[in-house]
């Protein structure tokens, strides 16, 4: 699984990108993450990024086993997962299936281990986002508020056009949305954190107590009241403490 690594601390974590982004997306946090303290791997899905041409499959347990041999591959032993988005929902995948090797998580205005709230209009539409660009873009542009500039959703629109292809988008899509493994997810008892930012109208704050404060029983809630769902963006700088502050408590 090609990765970009990023530090030579002793804090190791794998991060996991959403539905719109590659392994590139984390770039801008990296400036506010001490390379001394952390280290960290940051893998392109299969489909994405530097991985584009790969002939999947293209849902969370891929993404899940390919992180841990990427952890592998390194020497890792123990690791957290830091997932955004739909990465929060394969970080859950990857707990589960390496429970006495994953110590943290850290989940980024995430998905649920669920199925999501979506109706049958609304499966359409996001299903529509894996050929029309208009449709990706409605879709950031609601996930931040409506309070962005449009040319910046217009170019994180366009950009996930050109670094990940159509098939796998879709196909991920079906993962990220459909899956069901709650109970599973719900046994875990990692120390987990997750940021929900005040402007996120696709994953709400209401939305994340009722799913992953609920039903995890040592998950907590950090609240960025200026971001939206792409805090890597939005607020980098403060995103990177948060998440420094969590992985490395001491």
Not at 60 to 70: F, H, L, P, R
Request: hydrophobic share 45%; with cysteine; glycine share 8%.
């Amino acid at each position: 699984m090609s990765h970009i690594t990023y530090g030579s601390g002793p804090h190791r974590a794998v991060l996991l990108h959403g539905w719109f982004g590659d392994a590139q997306c984390f770039k801008p946090m990296l400036q506010g993450i001490d390379p001394d303290r952390f280290a960290f791997a940051i893998p392109d899905f299969r489909g994405y990024g530097s991985a584009k041409g790969s002939t999947g499959p293209f849902n969370m347990a891929t993404v899940a086993a390919d992180a841990i041999a990427v952890c592998d591959s390194l020497g890792w032993a123990q690791f957290s997962v830091v997932g955004h988005s739909m990465g929060g929902k394969a970080a859950l995948r990857t707990a589960t299936l390496a429970p006495d090797r994953v110590q943290r998580i850290c989940a980024i205005t995430p998905v649920w281990a669920g199925k999501a709230p979506l109706d049958a209009d609304a499966l359409e539409f996001f299903r529509s986002a894996a050929e029309h660009l208009d449709a990706r873009q409605a879709i950031i542009n609601t996930s931040t508020g409506g309070r962005l500039p449009s040319y910046w959703s217009k170019s994180v629109a366009t950009l996930s056009m050109t670094t990940c292809s159509a098939r796998a988008f879709a196909g991920y899509f079906e993962s990220w949305a459909l899956d069901d493994f709650d109970r599973e997810a719900a046994a875990l008892a990692n120390e987990t954190l997750v940021v929900t930012g005040g402007h996120d109208l696709g994953i709400p704050e209401q939305f994340i107590r009722e799913t992953w404060l609920k039903r995890l029983p040592n998950a907590r809630l950090t609240l960025l009241p200026e971001s939206g769902h792409y805090p890597m963006d939005e607020c980098p700088l403060i995103l990177a403490g948060t998440v420094s502050a969590f992985l490395d408590p001491s």
